[in-house]
């Protein structure tokens, strides 16, 4: 019976023999790489004559280890941050500033680097989410809604009011950058919009801006906000794409006009971002375009990126700090953000009575609300908020709150 083969011409118990040589092998090794990774951590001087020899009779062993030493290195260098020396960077700007000068069709893409100045955690960043979450730490859960723009937003802004930019593609879910007067054409936010939910029953899809997070109670493949269509009462959905989603809102994704913008591009300038995200839309790179023909590419980000090495220029600085430089550099006026012309006061739609408990995050206090909280006068809080359906109703319902309390 012992002797029956089978169709690999082993015998039943060749077989099991020859699995137990393996498990064998693999246990035998396994032990060496322990051994041998015990003896490598040593100091040279430190090991004995016998862990010499030891390591001597391990050669492929030793060799391996030393690869996995290299490659853990190579990880640990991808996520330090780098700074460039003062004089570095007001010579890299300034070389970023002749191109931009130069240049026809200029895109940015930005990423959360540029909103950390907002106190927004970044997401690769040493005390980003991501990287908090490898490490097995609770994420704190920090108001976004108290953040505002940061000079970064406004010198983008400004930047395109002055026809030197010509489109923003952004990862970013802060809503920051329709916060800072940027035109909704002129911007894709691929992965959506904190502050924008939408009606996909109503055609063409309706949306309804919002002065609070309408993400509360939504995730990954759960987009339902809890409230509901004024018109259609279809249920409302939030706008953000979660990874391993594929994004299909037309706006405030706008993947038309981020598609278009890279295609014309002859400058792509990546402020803040990893790239890690956006290096797999095949559709920002043309990388079906000869090198000669696609757009240069200018990073501004403190860790690597897997674009750096198809750079023209990588800098290594703060968003914030390059962009100070580089709008002296052009000589743009920087233009401070100013809650009185911040666009979202005027298109966000108030919530019905019964909505109201809708949600539990902070709401944006419209600037008409902050100037009134310092006067006594309620007439002039309802003059001083002509301009939005929101504020008249939506503010004094609040304060007669307020003052009940
Ligand atoms: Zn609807």
Known sequence: MASQTQPNGLSRAERKALEKAKLVQKE???????????????????????EHALLKGHEDTVQELSKRQARRNILKRKQEELFDDEEDLRTKVKQLAEAMRQARHVVIYTGAGISTAASIPDYRGPNGVWTQLQKGRAIRYTDLSEAEPTLTHMCIQMLHKVKMVQHVVSQNCDGLHLRSGLPRHALSELHGNMFIEVCVSCSPVREVIRLFDVTERTALHRH??????????????????????????????????????????????????????????????CMNKTAAKRANLYIVNLQWTPKDDLATLKIHGKCDDVMRLLMKELGVEIPTYNRFEDPIFSSATSLRPDEEDSHSRKTLVPPAAMEV?????????????????????????????????
């Open 28 to 50: 035998t090794q396994r032990n060496n790489f322990k051994l041998v990774g015990r003896i490598l951590k040593k100091a040279e001087c430190e090991r004995t004559e016998e």
């Open 373 to 405: 909280s310092n006067s006594d006068s309620t007439v002039q809080a309802d003059e001083a908020g002509v301009q939005g359906g929101w504020f008249g109703r939506g503010y004094s319902k609040a304060r007669k709150k307020r003052k009940t309390t």
């Open 224 to 285: 339902a906000t809890g409230r509901r269509c004024a018109h259609c009462r279809g249920e409302l959905r939030d706008t953000i794409v979660h990874f391993g989603e594929r994004g299909t809102l037309e706006q405030p994704l706008n993947w038309k006009g981020a598609a278009k913008a890279a295609e014309q591009a002859d400058l792509i300038l990546c402020l803040g971002s990893s790239l890690k995200v956006l290096k797999k839309y095949a559709c920002l790179w």
